[in-house]
C-alpha cells in the first residue's frame, strides 16, 4: 500500500438530492407535518413541520410582495433564533440569495458585504450583546445604495412584511418555484480574505442541501432525532450541517439560546431530550467544565458533529463517555465546499476520531497534491489536500479572478491545507499553505486584520501570526513598525483601536514594537521565525498559555 497515491473518491450508490430547499422542506412537511421542526428556548416557541412550512411560506409572500425575485441578495444580520430559520428558507422559497453576516462583525465589515454583495434588503437583530446594530445599519446605510429595505425583529417590521404578502394569491409561491433550479445559487458566505476583504462563497441549493443532507446521514438521522445547535447559523455549521440536515430528515431543530451558552446548551438537552448535539471543541470543552455537569441528565445524546479544530484526546474521550456521544463524528472542510469533504464514521475508533479528520464524503473526491508541482503523493505524504464534486462553490461573488485562483480548470478546489491520507484513506490536516490562524474556531487571515492596521496612523507596518493559547487554540499577536517620532503603540491601544470596527476574534491580544522583521535573502517576511520568538518572548515555552 506504501505506493498508493493520496486520491480517493466517496461512495455513490445513495443519490444526490435533485430539489431545491424550498421544495425539500415542503416534501419533508408532507411526510411529517404533526412532527415538531423548530424550537426556539429564548423565545419559547415551537413549530410543528406544518406550521414551519406555513410560517416560511407567509414570510416568502411578504418578501414577493416587497419586490424581492429570484437572484437578489437578501442579508441577515442576527444572532441564532427562529426567524433567523425561517428567513433562511423563505428567501430559498422565492429564489432570492441569503447573505450571511457574522453577528461580530461592526460597522467597517458590514457596509463591505452590503456593498460588495449588493445587498436589496437587510433582516437584522435591532442588539446583540453590547452592539447597537440599527445605529451601525444606519452608519452603513449611506454608503450603499442598493440597500432599499431593512427589516428589524422585535418590531413591527416582520409583521408587516407578513401583512404585504396577505395580497398575494398563494399562487405567487408555485410560480416563483417554477422558475428555479437545484443549480441556482442560493447562499453568499463570506470568508476572511488573504488580500484584506473577504470574499463572497456563492453557494447553490445543490451545493447546501446534498451537504446538510450526508453530514446528516452519515449520523444515522431521522424523523425521531432532536437536534440541539449551539453553532452560529451565519455560518455552514449551523444553516447548512444543522438546518438543511435537520429538515431533509424531518429531525427537529432545537436552538438553546441566541448564542453559545454552556449551561444552557446543558439544560436544553436535558429538557429537549436532544439526540444530536453540534460544536466546536472549545464549546465541548466548555460543557464539560460547567460545575454542576453531572447533574444534567444527557441520557438522550448519540451522535453529534465536532469540526472547526483539532479534538484533543482526552475531551473526545470525555464527550463519548460523559456525555455519551458513542457515535460524534468529526468532519473538515471549508465555507467554500458547503463545507464537508470529509467526516469519520459513527463506528470509527478513538484514534481516528482525533488523529483524522474522517475519510472522503458521498459523491465527492480527494486528492493530496505537492504544491510546487501539482502531482499526487505518495499515500503518508504532507500536500495541500484538494476536493472536487458537488459541493465545490459555484465561485466567489463578482470576483472570476479570486475564483480562478482557488478553483482550477479541472474544477478542484485548492484548499491551502497541508494534509496526509493513510492507507484506509483516512486525512490529517498537518498544518497551513497559508498563514491562517484559527482562533476558538474562527479562521482569521492575517492580511485582514495587517490590511485594518495600515490604517492606524502611527503604524507605518505590521505583520500578523498566531500564538499558542490553552483556552483559544491560537491567540494574534502583532508585529509593528512606528513612523519615525511617534509614540510606541501599546496593546490596550490598538486594542482600543481595533474596537468597534473589527470583529473581536480578529482583534490582536498582544502587540510587540519592532524596528524590523526578520526576513529571508529574498525579502519575504518569516512568519516562522516570528512565531518562534514571539512564544519566547511571552513565555509560553513552545507550549500552550495557561490563565
Avoid at 453577528?103 to 450583546?129: C, D, N
Avoid at 464524503?361 to 505537492?370: F, R
Wanted: hydrophobic share 40%; charged share 20%.
Amino acid at each position: 500500500m506504501q505506493h498508493a497515491l493520496s486520491y480517493a473518491s466517496g461512495p455513490t450508490d445513495s443519490p444526490l438530492l435533485d430539489e431545491t430547499v424550498g421544495a425539500n422542506l415542503d416534501r419533508t412537511a408532507a411526510t411529517h407535518p404533526d412532527r415538531p421542526a423548530l424550537v426556539d428556548r429564548a423565545a419559547g416557541l415551537r413549530y410543528t413541520y406544518r406550521e414551519l412550512a406555513a410560517a416560511v411560506d407567509a414570510f416568502a409572500l411578504g418578501l414577493l410582495a416587497r419586490g424581492i425575485r429570484r437572484g437578489d441578495r437578501v442579508g441577515i444580520w442576527s444572532p441564532n433564533r427562529a426567524e433567523w430559520v425561517l428567513t433562511q428558507f423563505a428567501t430559498a422559497k422565492i429564489g432570492a440569495i441569503l447573505v450571511t453576516i457574522n453577528p461580530a462583525y461592526r460597522t467597517h465589515e458590514l457596509e463591505y458585504v452590503l456593498r460588495q454583495a449588493g445587498i436589496r434588503m437587510l433582516v437584522s437583530a435591532p442588539a446583540f450583546k453590547t452592539s447597537d446594530y440599527r445605529a451601525m445599519v444606519e452608519q452603513a446605510r449611506a454608503a450603499c445604495p442598493d440597500l432599499e429595505q431593512v427589516v428589524f425583529l422585535d418590531g413591527p417590521d416582520w409583521d408587516d412584511v407578513v401583512a404585504a404578502g396577505r395580497a398575494l394569491d398563494a399562487s405567487a409561491l408555485a410560480e416563483a418555484a417554477a422558475e428555479l433550479a437545484p443549480g441556482d445559487p442560493i447562499n453568499i458566505q463570506y470568508t476572511s480574505g488573504t488580500t484584506g476583504f473577504p470574499k463572497g462563497a456563492t453557494l447553490s441549493h445543490r451545493n447546501i442541501l446534498n451537504n446538510g443532507w450526508f453530514v446528516a446521514e452519515l449520523q444515522r438521522w431521522t424523523h425521531e432525532d432532536r437536534v440541539c445547535l449551539p453553532v452560529p447559523f451565519y455560518h455552514c455549521f449551523g444553516m447548512v450541517m444543522g438546518n438543511l440536515g435537520a429538515v431533509a430528515h424531518g429531525s427537529c431543530i432545537v436552538i438553546p439560546a441566541p448564542a453559545f451558552d454552556a449551561a444552557a446548551t446543558l439544560r436544553t438537552v436535558a429538557e429537549e431530550r436532544c439526540t444530536v448535539l453540534y460544536g466546536v471543541p472549545t464549546m465541548f470543552i466548555a460543557a464539560l467544565a460547567e460545575p454542576d455537569f453531572t447533574s444534567y441528565d444527557l441520557s438522550t445524546l448519540r451522535t453529534g458533529v465536532m469540526a472547526g479544530a483539532p479534538c484533543p484526546v482526552e475531551v473526545m474521550k470525555r464527550v463519548i463517555d460523559d456525555m455519551g456521544m458513542a457515535d460524534v463524528t468529526i468532519c473538515y472542510g471549508m465555507t467554500e465546499t458547503s463545507p464537508v469533504s470529509t467526516q469519520t464514521r459513527v463506528d470509527d475508533s478513538l484514534e481516528q476520531r482525533t488523529a483524522t479528520v474522517g475519510a472522503v464524503h458521498p459523491h465527492v473526491e480527494i486528492k493530496i497534491v505537492a504544491p510546487d508541482t501539482g502531482d499526487v503523493v505518495p499515500r503518508g505524504t504532507p500536500g495541500e489536500l484538494c476536493t472536487r464534486g458537488y459541493s465545490v462553490m459555484t465561485g466567489y461573488w463578482n470576483e472570476p479572478d479570486k475564483t480562478a485562483e482557488a478553483v482550477d480548470a479541472d474544477g478542484w478546489m485548492h484548499t491551502g491545507d497541508l494534509a496526509t491520507m493513510d492507507a484506509d484513506g483516512y486525512v490529517a490536516v498537518v498544518g497551513r499553505i497559508k498563514d491562517m490562524v484559527i482562533r476558538g474556531g474562527e479562521n482569521v487571515y492575517p492580511r485582514e486584520v495587517e490590511e485594518f492596521l495600515y490604517t492606524h496612523p502611527d503604524i507605518v507596518d505590521a505583520q500578523v501570526i498566531g500564538v499558542p493559547d490553552a483556552k483559544y487554540g491560537e491567540e494574534l499577536m502583532a508585529w509593528i513598525k512606528v513612523r519615525p517620532g511617534a509614540d510606541a503603540p501599546t496593546s490596550e491601544s490598538i486594542r482600543a483601536y481595533c474596537a468597534g470596527r473589527l470583529a473581536h476574534y480578529k482583534i490582536p491580544r498582544y502587540v510587540h514594537v519592532v524596528d524590523e522583521f526578520p526576513m529571508t535573502v529574498t525579502g519575504k517576511i518569516r512568519k516562522v521565525e516570528m512565531r518562534e520568538a514571539s512564544i519566547e518572548l511571552l513565555g509560553l515555552d513552545g507550549g500552550a498559555e495557561t490563565r
